[in-house]
């Protein structure tokens, strides 16, 4: 590896700067990106190989990135289970037919034989590692058994969820059923990466925040629990190394302690927690990544490297990786990421040569 920055910061060795990518990096925020899509269906780039590892290198050429995430889409779980996803221009995913009641359960594909399914997958990480030639790791992900169950009964995106959470109320036992199956899914899958050439995993709860304390450890925590160890003992098993894994809950401020106790080596932050309190919280035994608020893209240069600044000097130099709280947007001007990697960049080296 030519820059392990990334790697070491997860496994808590030192850093002599902070290593930082950015969620979404690889996005329509890029008019490279966008000519490549104006050319090709958004499922077709993510099955095609030679393209879904052509829009993941894009920004680490463009860029001073410290890791490649692999361009791909969290609802792939669900196509792999049987079920049809589509990309809307201007909506975003579209789910022909959700699962309306517990008995459409019986319609997903189980077991799912993911290098079956998902092949197309291991096949642009194993490529994308090739072109990479050690620059930088390659991240792979997937995305938690709640998100993707609260997607497949919604049929897209929502404020609420609330057909979803209304399955955890009224139909508990079929709810941790169809969490199970997709969890099950989702370690393989992992493992899949991993073995493809995934230097570093991460699992996205994007939908945490909306169960709420109680809900969110019945039907959310311990599937996260459960991925951490179930990749890592399928690893070990094979006498495979682990990787380090990420576990990113958005706005679940309440589960955050139990979060850095869930096998994973780094938990991300959204841009609502204070650093310094998630330090405090979470100990000094894992990494923590974020946690910049995407709209602070938008500031001025001169304000969004103040914003930056303040963001290191609460987190700190070391056991963390510098990122954004959410994805970023897709209007964007792509000279303020490179603002942004810059001044973690230059900034954190300053903090680590004064002390």
């Known amino acids: 590896m030519k820059n392990d920055l990334a790697l070491r910061a997860a496994r808590g060795e030192k850093t002599e700067r902070v290593p930082v990518w950015v969620m979404r990096q690889a996005g329509r925020y890029l008019p490279e990106f966008r000519e490549t899509r104006a050319e090709h269906d958004f499922f077709t780039i993510c099955r095609t190989p030679v393209l879904a590892c052509k829009v993941t290198l894009q920004p680490i050429e463009r860029f001073d990135l410290d ?68 620059r930088v790791p390659l991240i792979g992900f997937t995305g938690a058994p709640w998100t993707l169950m609260s997607y497949m009964i919604e049929g897209g995106g929502s404020t609420t969820m609330s057909k979803a959470k209304s399955w955890l109320y009224r139909y508990p036992a079929e709810s941790h059923k169809l969490l199970q199956l997709i969890t099950d899914v989702c370690i393989d899958y992992l493992v899949g990466q991993m073995q493809a050439g995934a230097q570093m995993l991460q699992v996205f709860e994007s939908h945490a925040g909306i169960l709420g304390p109680g809900l969110f450890a019945k039907f959310s925590l311990p599937y996260i629990r459960q991925i951490s160890r179930g990749v890592k003992e399928k690893l070990s098993s094979r006498k495979l190394d682990t990787v380090p894994m990420i576990i990113f809950a958005k706005d679940a401020h309440f589960g955050l302690e139990d979060l850095s106790q869930s096998g994973y080596e780094v938990v991300g932050l959204d841009w609502t927690l204070r650093p310094q309190h998630a330090r405090a919280r979470t100990g000094a035994n894992v990494t923590l990544q974020g946690n910049l608020d995407p709209c602070a893209l938008y500031a001025p240069e001169v304000e969004l490297v103040a914003l930056v600044k303040a963001m290191l000097e609460k987190f700190g130099t070391q056991r963390y990786i510098a990122n954004l709280g959410h994805g970023i947007y897709p209007d964007m001007d792509p000279e303020r990421v490179k603002t942004l990697i810059d001044a973690i960049h230059s900034h954190s080296e300053y903090m680590n040569s004064a002390k």
């Open 67 to 134: 890791a490649a995430i692999i361009f791909s889409d969290i609802l792939v779980v669900p196509q792999a289970m049987g079920m049809v996803v589509e990309m809307l221009p201007g909506k975003g995913p579209h789910f022909p037919e959700p699962l309306n009641t517990p008995d459409d359960i019986g319609r997903l594909n189980k077991p799912v034989n993911v290098s079956q399914e998902l092949g197309y997958v291991f096949d642009a990480i194993t490529l994308t590692r090739h072109r990479l030639e050690g």
